[in-house]
C-alpha cells in the first residue's frame, strides 16, 4: 500500500502544469501579449484623441446650462449653497462637482471645460472596465472607443460641461463597483456601488433610472445564486437601497442645515412636477425628430450597429454570461431620455454607455461567427468596419475637432441667436464697473454673465424660461422676479432680447415685459450688442452708443443705474 500510494502522487502532480497551461493554448488568444497591446494600444490612441479635442476646445464660451452650473459652483465657493440665491429645478450635485473642479482649474470656462476633460476620460476608462468585465477587452475597447466619438460629437452638444456627463460618471462608477461585486462579495462593494447611483441621481434627476437598474441587476444575480437564501439576499438588498438613497438624505440635510429647504422643495419637487408634465404629444413627436436629426449626423452607423447588437446578445457566447444585465442596462438608460419626454440632444448621453456596449457586442458576434466558420483570414473585419465607422465620425466633424475657434464652434453648435460668445465680453464689462458688493440682474435666460461677471445676481430667477410656461406658478414667478429685482436695486440691468431666451409662447404672461418697459427708465443705457447671423457681433459701449444705429436681429441691452 505505501508503494502504490508512492506512485499516485508524482501522477497528481503531472496533471497540475497541464491545467495551468490550458488557457494559454485557448482559440481566444486572450493570454497572447500582442493582443493586449492592441487593446491597450487602441484605448491609449482613443484617450489621446480625446484629450486633444478637449484641451484644443478648452475656452469655448459656456452655454446656458453650464452657465447656471457655474454661477451655482461659484455661490458654493462664496459659501452660498444653492437655492438661496439662484433657482432651479435641478438637484445639486453637479453644482457641488462644478464647484470642486473649478477649485481646482479656477472660476473660468477653461476651468470648466479642464474639469469636463478629466470627467469624460474617467468615464470613456470606466467604460472600458465595465465592458471587460461584462464580455472581454475587447468589447470593452470597441465600446471605449464608440462611447468616446458619440460624447464628443457637437450633435450631443457633448463639448459642453452639461450633468449628464456626471450622470455617466458616477453610474459606471457604480455599475463597476456592482459587477466586482458579483466577483466576490463584499458588502463594502456592494454598498460603494449603491452610493455612487445615487450619487448619480443627485447630478440630475433623470439618473433615477440608474437607481432602478443597479436594484435589477442586483435582484437578477441575487435570483441566480445557488442555493438561495433569502435572508442574505434581503440583507444585500436593503443595504444596497440604503446605499442608493443616501446621497439624496445627505442634500436634504445640507438643505435644511442652510436654512434654503423650502426653495430647494419648491424647485426641485413642486415645479419640477409641472415641468415634466406641460408636454403635448404633438411637443413630443416635434421634438424628438427635430433633435434626433442633430444627435444623429455622422453617428447613424453606431445607432445601426446598436441595434444590431441588441438583436444578437443572447446568441453571442461571450455576452450570455452577463446578457440580461446588459439589457437591462440598455433599458434603463434608454429611459433615462425619457422624462418630460424633451429629448434633448444632450439628455442622450446617458445613453450612450449602453449603446457602445451594443456596438461592441455586435462586432464580437460578427468575429465569433468568423472563427465558428473557421474563416479566420476575415476576422480583422469587424474591426476594420468599426474603424470605418469610427473615422467616417470624426471626418464629419473635422472642421469642428481640428480647425474651428471655440467662438467660431460655440456660434456653430447653438446658433447666432444664443449670446453665449458675447457674454464673456458683458461679463467684463460689468465687471471692470462695478465692486463686488454690487448687484446685477439679468431679464433673461443667460447665468452665464452672472459667473463671467462674478457679481451676485439680484434675482434667484436666473432662468426666465419657468416665467413663460403654461403651469401653475409662472404668473406668481414673474411678480417675485419683479419684486426681488425692485427690492435688491441691482447696479446694472441687463435685457437680453433673444427668442432662446424666453421661449414665450402664445399663453404666457406678459407682466415681466410690460414691468421692463417702465421700470429699465430708472436705469441709464451704458451697452448694446448687436447679433446677426454670419457677420461679426457689434458691441457699443457708453459714448459709442450715441452713433450707433439698431440693426441686429439679437440684442443684449445693459443698463447702469442712474
Given at each position: 500500500?505505501?508503494?502504490?500510494?508512492?506512485?499516485?502522487?508524482?501522477?497528481?502532480?503531472?496533471?497540475q502544469?497541464?491545467?495551468?497551461t490550458?488557457?494559454?493554448?485557448?482559440?481566444?488568444?486572450?493570454?497572447?501579449?500582442?493582443?493586449?497591446?492592441?487593446?491597450?494600444?487602441?484605448?491609449?490612441?482613443?484617450?489621446?484623441?480625446?484629450?486633444?479635442?478637449?484641451?484644443?476646445l478648452?475656452?469655448?464660451?459656456?452655454?446656458r446650462?453650464?452657465?447656471?452650473?457655474?454661477?451655482?459652483?461659484?455661490?458654493?465657493?462664496?459659501?452660498?449653497?444653492?437655492?438661496?440665491?439662484?433657482?432651479?429645478?435641478?438637484?445639486?450635485?453637479?453644482?457641488?462637482?462644478?464647484?470642486f473642479?473649478?477649485?481646482?482649474?479656477?472660476?473660468?470656462?477653461?476651468g470648466?471645460?479642464?474639469?469636463?476633460?478629466?470627467?469624460n476620460?474617467?468615464?470613456?476608462?470606466?467604460?472600458?472596465?465595465?465592458?471587460?468585465?461584462?464580455v472581454?477587452?475587447?468589447?470593452?475597447?470597441?465600446?471605449?472607443?464608440?462611447?468616446?466619438?458619440?460624447?464628443?460629437?457637437?450633435?450631443?452638444?457633448?463639448?459642453?460641461?452639461?450633468?449628464?456627463?456626471?450622470?455617466?460618471?458616477?453610474?459606471l462608477?457604480?455599475?463597476?463597483?456592482?459587477?466586482?461585486?458579483?466577483?466576490?462579495?463584499?458588502?463594502?462593494?456592494?454598498?460603494?456601488?449603491?452610493?455612487?447611483?445615487g450619487?448619480?441621481?443627485v447630478?440630475?434627476?433623470?439618473?433615477?433610472?440608474?437607481?432602478?437598474?443597479?436594484?435589477?441587476?442586483?435582484?437578477?444575480?441575487e435570483l441566480?445564486?445557488?442555493?438561495?437564501?433569502?435572508?442574505?439576499?434581503?440583507?444585500?438588498?436593503?443595504?444596497?437601497?440604503?446605499?442608493?438613497?443616501?446621497?439624496?438624505l445627505?442634500?436634504?440635510?445640507?438643505?435644511?442645515?442652510?436654512?434654503s429647504?423650502?426653495?430647494?422643495?419648491?424647485?426641485?419637487?413642486?415645479?419640477?412636477?409641472q415641468?415634466?408634465?406641460?408636454k403635448?404629444?404633438?411637443?413630443?413627436?416635434?421634438?424628438?425628430?427635430?433633435?434626433?436629426?442633430?444627435?444623429?449626423?455622422?453617428?447613424?452607423?453606431?445607432?445601426?450597429?446598436?441595434?444590431a447588437?441588441?438583436?444578437?446578445?443572447?446568441?453571442?457566447?461571450?455576452?450570455r454570461?452577463?446578457?440580461?444585465?446588459?439589457?437591462?442596462?440598455?433599458?434603463?438608460?434608454?429611459?433615462?431620455?425619457?422624462?418630460?419626454?424633451?429629448?434633448?440632444?444632450?439628455?442622450?448621453i446617458?445613453?450612450?454607455p449602453?449603446?457602445?456596449?451594443?456596438?461592441?457586442?455586435?462586432?464580437?458576434?460578427?468575429?465569433?461567427?468568423?472563427?465558428k466558420?473557421?474563416?479566420?483570414?476575415?476576422?480583422?473585419?469587424?474591426?476594420?468596419f468599426?474603424?470605418?465607422?469610427?473615422?467616417s465620425?470624426?471626418?464629419t466633424?473635422?472642421?469642428?475637432?481640428?480647425?474651428?475657434?471655440?467662438?467660431?464652434?460655440?456660434?456653430?453648435?447653438?446658433?447666432?441667436?444664443?449670446?453665449?460668445?458675447?457674454?464673456?465680453?458683458?461679463?467684463?464689462?460689468?465687471r471692470?464697473?462695478?465692486?463686488?458688493?454690487?448687484?446685477?440682474?439679468?431679464?433673461?435666460?443667460?447665468?452665464?454673465?452672472?459667473?463671467?461677471?462674478?457679481?451676485?445676481?439680484?434675482?434667484?430667477?436666473?432662468?426666465?424660461?419657468?416665467?413663460?410656461?403654461?403651469?401653475?406658478?409662472?404668473?406668481?414667478?414673474?411678480?417675485?422676479m419683479?419684486?426681488?429685482?425692485?427690492?435688491?436695486?441691482?447696479?446694472?440691468?441687463?435685457?437680453?432680447?433673444?427668442?432662446?431666451?424666453?421661449?414665450?409662447?402664445?399663453?404666457?404672461?406678459?407682466?415681466i415685459?410690460?414691468w421692463?418697459?417702465?421700470?429699465?427708465?430708472?436705469?441709464?443705457?451704458?451697452?448694446?450688442?448687436?447679433?446677426s447671423?454670419?457677420?461679426r457681433?457689434?458691441?457699443?459701449?457708453?459714448?459709442?452708443?450715441?452713433?450707433h444705429?439698431?440693426?441686429?436681429?439679437?440684442?443684449?441691452s445693459?443698463?447702469?443705474?442712474?
Amino acid at each position: 500500500m505505501k508503494h502504490s500510494n508512492k506512485r499516485q502522487a508524482p501522477a497528481a502532480k503531472t496533471k497540475q502544469p497541464a491545467a495551468k497551461t490550458a488557457p494559454a493554448a485557448a482559440p481566444s488568444g486572450d493570454s497572447f501579449p500582442l493582443r493586449q497591446i492592441l487593446v491597450y494600444g487602441a484605448l491609449a490612441a482613443v484617450l489621446l484623441f480625446v484629450f486633444f479635442v478637449r484641451f484644443r476646445l478648452l475656452s469655448l464660451p459656456l452655454e446656458r446650462d453650464e452657465g447656471e452650473y457655474a454661477l451655482m459652483g461659484q455661490l458654493i465657493l462664496q459659501g452660498i449653497p444653492p437655492y438661496e440665491m439662484a433657482y432651479n429645478m435641478k438637484l445639486p450635485g453637479t453644482y457641488y462637482a462644478y464647484a470642486f473642479l473649478m477649485l481646482l482649474f479656477g472660476q473660468t470656462a477653461t476651468g470648466v471645460h479642464a474639469g469636463l476633460l478629466v470627467v469624460n476620460l474617467a468615464s470613456i476608462v470606466l467604460l472600458f472596465a465595465v465592458g471587460k468585465r461584462l464580455v472581454n477587452d475587447t468589447v470593452g475597447v470597441l465600446a471605449a472607443a464608440s462611447f468616446a466619438l458619440l460624447s464628443l460629437s457637437p450633435g450631443s452638444l457633448g463639448l459642453s460641461a452639461h450633468a449628464t456627463h456626471f450622470n455617466v460618471l458616477t453610474g459606471l462608477a457604480g455599475f463597476l463597483l456592482l459587477l466586482r461585486y458579483f466577483e466576490r462579495r463584499t458588502l463594502l462593494r456592494l454598498a460603494a456601488s449603491g452610493f455612487c447611483f445615487g450619487l448619480s441621481f443627485v447630478m440630475k434627476q433623470h439618473a433615477v433610472l440608474l437607481m432602478l437598474f443597479g436594484m435589477a441587476a442586483l435582484a437578477l444575480f441575487e435570483l441566480k445564486q445557488t442555493p438561495r437564501n433569502l435572508k442574505s439576499s434581503a440583507r444585500n438588498m436593503t443595504l444596497f437601497g440604503g446605499a442608493l438613497v443616501l446621497p439624496y438624505l445627505l442634500v436634504v440635510l445640507v438643505a435644511v442645515l442652510t436654512g434654503s429647504f423650502d426653495r430647494f422643495w419648491h424647485w426641485t419637487v413642486e415645479y419640477a412636477g409641472q415641468y415634466a408634465s406641460i408636454k403635448t404629444w404633438s411637443d413630443i413627436v416635434t421634438s424628438f425628430d427635430a433633435n434626433f436629426v442633430f444627435l444623429s449626423r455622422g453617428m447613424l452607423l453606431f445607432w445601426y450597429t446598436g441595434v444590431a447588437g441588441l438583436a444578437v446578445l443572447f446568441f453571442s457566447d461571450a455576452a450570455r454570461k452577463y446578457a440580461w444585465t446588459i439589457l437591462l442596462f440598455v433599458l434603463f438608460s434608454l429611459l433615462c431620455v425619457l422624462p418630460g419626454f424633451y429629448f434633448r440632444q444632450h439628455y442622450f448621453i446617458v445613453f450612450f454607455p449602453a449603446l457602445a456596449l451594443l456596438v461592441g457586442v455586435a462586432l464580437h458576434f460578427l468575429q465569433e461567427l468568423v472563427v465558428k466558420k473557421r474563416l479566420a483570414f476575415l476576422g480583422v473585419l469587424p474591426f476594420a468596419f468599426f474603424g470605418f465607422m469610427f473615422f467616417s465620425g470624426v471626418r464629419t466633424f473635422r472642421e469642428h475637432f481640428f480647425k474651428d475657434s471655440p467662438e467660431r464652434l460655440c456660434t456653430r453648435m447653438f446658433g447666432s441667436a444664443n449670446p453665449f460668445p458675447e457674454s464673456l465680453e458683458i461679463g467684463r464689462f460689468i465687471r471692470a464697473n462695478s465692486t463686488a458688493k454690487d448687484k446685477i440682474a439679468v431679464i433673461g435666460s443667460e447665468p452665464q454673465i452672472y459667473f463671467y461677471s462674478d457679481r451676485l445676481p439680484a434675482t434667484g430667477y436666473i432662468y426666465t424660461y419657468p416665467l413663460m410656461e403654461n403651469q401653475v406658478y409662472s404668473l406668481a414667478m414673474q411678480q417675485d422676479m419683479i419684486a426681488e429685482v425692485e427690492r435688491n436695486k441691482p447696479k446694472f440691468l441687463v435685457y437680453v432680447n433673444s427668442p432662446f431666451s424666453w421661449l414665450r409662447k402664445e399663453q404666457s404672461y406678459n407682466n415681466i415685459f410690460d414691468w421692463y418697459a417702465v421700470h429699465k427708465n430708472q436705469y441709464k443705457l451704458v451697452g448694446m450688442v448687436e447679433i446677426s447671423p454670419g457677420k461679426r457681433s457689434v458691441y457699443a459701449w457708453r459714448e459709442a452708443l450715441a452713433t450707433h444705429t439698431e440693426r441686429g436681429e439679437t440684442r443684449v441691452s445693459i443698463y447702469e443705474r442712474e
